[in-house]
């Protein structure tokens, strides 16, 4: 019997097209890999969460093992459901590693974690509108799973939660405890006969010309809210790597500029998964740091605070070389300040560093961070790489403005905290220097929403949809419209002081139109306020009435 069912879990499809088991996110699996064909009678799921892979998986006993993977979102409990009903022999899930992306041991962070998803599915299953309590817009259940089939996993799988069971333990005495388990469990039969079910549909993107999308916001929610909709609206269907079920929305270099990014405002509170002052702060914490907590591949606290060199010794010499050197502000000891050496190693600060050049020049275009290793990059490639790889400071208008470039970006659940992360290094750098800060732009390479996040997306855009109505203030369309002597005048003013920058005549919309469109990039909502005010300029010439802009009259008396 047993025979059977192996044999109809490995012909199963997944949603990658292929043959075998596991039938959903394959190549994101831990153990097995994903190009093992690997389907047993083992009956135990292993979720280590936020716990770098490396530091796990060559300890854990694979004999009776089926799945070991991380658990980054609560997102992943669809995942989860599928890929059980699809090997109906896993019977037991355990439960350890870091739960959160981004903490210190004082930290009030948020409950709304990938642990706590877990917990609250096989304590408290999901209602009858297929949500689970706690997390009604992190966690989407595909409709074409029957609830009486998620709701048959959460009774027939035992799960063990070795973090509340063992909350001052070592990593590696969970680990030891769950091989301990694994070893000892009880040998289960399948609950059911494996089952894969098909996804909900989605309407395609609207068109758009290709490339960078630009969106202007006041603060992190509302610039947020905005690129959103317009990766929904526009982005392009792909995937995430080849031979994966991962679909995205996608647009290339998607360009968010933040005007006022240390605005900590969170009445609007959009996220998927909503942020606490608590939960940022703990991420400021990590990235403000160079530390890197045992486990983690990386943070970029880490790598741009104490970025890896591998030879100290070359960095010794050029410092103290006699030979004449073009040094910027000199041969001093400033050149390796910002550098501890270490033994074969050392780690450089390119934070402080930056702070320190443009204390030196404040207008210096040279102060850019990187967290890539070319080297390391080259052999990993995108399993432990960092997304965030690099970022300049600029000063412009006495304001300090931060630039960053993410190669990869999961835009529903890691840009919020990666934006408000990196709002304190720029506020960091400002405040070292005695500036103010300015704008911040993050520019996105692979800017994405995933497949399994579209419903909740459509739902914060529904309810968040009168945020879209709001401009900021355009700069380069402050026109002032008056009819002087049988023409339509429109002058163009300095929004600050008044002066009088350029001016155009026109007896009707369509010659002004032209000749604004022409050298304008104006904001949208305010180039159609502009257009339908010119209109209404032209009716009121033609008809001889007086015209006021902004005038509240009604317009069906004109036309």
């Avoid at 400033?334 to 204390?359: F, H, M, S």
């Avoid at 900021?472 to 002597?485: S, V």
Wanted: some cysteine.
């Amino acid at each position: 019997m047993n025979d059977k069912i192996v044999n109809l879990i490995k012909n199963q499809i997944g949603s990658n097209g292929e043959k075998g088991w596991p039938v959903v996110a394959r190549d994101r699996i831990s153990f097995p890999s994903f190009s093992e064909l690997r389907v047993t009678d083992a009956n135990v799921g292993v979720a280590f969460l936020w716990t770098m892979r490396d530091a796990i998986i060559p300890k854990l006993k694979k004999e009776n093992l089926a799945i070991a993977a991380n658990f980054y979102t609560p997102a992943g409990i669809q995942p989860m459901i599928r890929n059980i009903l699809g090997n109906p022999f896993i019977r037991y899930f355990i439960l350890l590693g870091e739960e959160y992306s981004s903490k210190s041991s004082n930290d009030q962070v948020s409950d709304l974690t990938s642990a706590n998803a877990i917990r609250n599915f096989f304590e408290k299953g999901i209602d009858n509108n297929r949500k689970i309590k706690g997390f009604e817009n992190a966690v989407y259940l595909d409709k074409n799973i029957p609830i009486k089939l998620i709701e048959k996993v959460r009774k027939n799988v035992e799960f063990i939660d070795l973090n509340k069971k063992m909350p001052t333990a070592s990593l590696d005495k969970k680990i030891k405890e769950a091989n301990k388990l694994v070893k000892t469990f009880k040998e289960k039969e399948p609950f059911m006969i494996p089952q894969v079910f098909d996804y909900e549909q989605t309407e395609d993107s609207f068109p758009y010309e290709g490339g960078p999308i630009i969106v202007y916001g006041g603060n992190i929610p509302e610039a947020w809210i905005k690129m959103i909709s317009n990766i929904y609206r526009y982005g392009r269907k792909n995937l995430m790597n080849a031979n994966t079920d991962r679909w995205v929305k996608e647009i290339n270099d998607m360009t968010v500029v933040i005007h006022n990014p240390q605005d900590m405002d969170l009445s609007i509170n959009p996220f998927l998964i909503p942020l606490t002052k608590e939960k940022i702060e703990a991420y400021k914490k990590e990235i403000l740091s160079p530390l890197l907590p045992k486990g983690k591949a990386y943070t970029y606290g880490n790598k741009l605070r104490a970025y890896y060199y591998p030879d100290p010794e070359k960095i010794k010499e050029l410092v103290n070389t006699k030979e004449y050197k073009d040094f910027e502000f000199g041969q001093g000891k400033w050149l390796d300040k910002n550098i501890r050496y270490k033994k074969g190693y050392c780690e450089i600060n390119q934070v402080k560093d930056a702070i320190d050049t443009l204390k030196r020049d404040p207008y210096s275009k040279t102060c850019v961070a990187i967290t890539w290793h070319v080297a390391d990059e080259l052999m990993r490639k995108h399993k432990s790489s960092p997304c965030l790889v690099f970022l300049q400071v600029l000063v412009q208008d006495e304001k300090l403005n931060l630039t960053v470039f993410f190669r990869s970006h999961d835009m529903t659940q890691g840009w919020p905290e990666n934006a408000y992360g990196c709002a304190a290094i720029q506020e960091e750098i400002a405040k070292g220097i005695g500036v103010d800060s300015g704008l911040l732009t993050i520019i996105s390479g692979s800017a994405q929403i995933y497949n399994n996040y579209y419903q909740q997306v459509e739902g914060m855009l529904k309810k968040y949809k009168n945020v879209m109505k709001r401009t900021c203030h355009d700069k380069r369309g402050n026109y002032q419209i008056k009819i002087e002597k049988n023409k339509i005048i429109v002058t163009l003013l300095h929004p600050e002081t008044g002066v009088e920058l350029e001016k155009y005549s026109g007896k009707t919309a369509y010659d002004l139109r032209d000749k604004i469109a022409s050298i304008s990039s104006l904001n949208t909502n305010h180039a159609i306020y502009l257009g339908t005010e010119l209109a209404i300029a032209e009716m009121c010439l033609k008809k001889k009435r007086s015209y006021n802009q902004d005038s509240t009259f009604k317009t069906s008396n004109l036309f």
